[in-house]
């Protein structure tokens, strides 16, 4: 069974920076896209960026340019490079393994607090 375990969260002032990793389980990982979402308090899940196998990125407009999704298939690990956090990006993190039918495999989350 597939396994998605996120780390790297934390608390940091705005305008600082973390990076998050997702470590994926099984031999699988190289072949499938991969995505980062986050869910704030009261609020639904939204997608951040989507990294595919072929390694195409997608971010939302929220945190292009500041955010930088990548992969590293020897490691089975995703990462989501965060700079400039502002406070509004304060939110529990998710990454998300893609199938035929969208995300297939959770991960637990992350929490991600950014102090103004």
């Known amino acids: 069974q597939v396994q998605l375990v996120e780390s790297g969260g934390g608390l940091v002032q705005a305008g600082g920076s973390l990076k998050l990793s997702c470590l994926v389980s099984?031999?699988?990982?190289?072949?499938?896209?991969m995505g980062w979402y986050r869910q704030a308090p009261g609020k639904q899940r939204d997608l951040v960026a989507i990294?595919?196998?072929?390694?195409?990125?997608t971010y939302v407009d929220s945190v292009r340019g500041r955010f930088t999704i990548s992969r590293d298939n020897a490691k089975n690990t995703v990462y989501l490079q965060m700079n400039s956090l502002k406070p509004e990006d304060t939110a529990v993190y998710y990454c998300?393994?893609?199938?035929?039918?969208?995300?297939?495999?959770w991960g637990q989350g992350t929490q991600v607090t950014v102090s103004s």
């Open positions: 099984g031999s699988i990982f190289s072949t499938k896209a």
């Open positions: 990294i595919t196998s072929l390694r195409k990125t």
């Open positions: 998300g393994m893609y199938g035929s039918s969208g995300v297939e495999v």
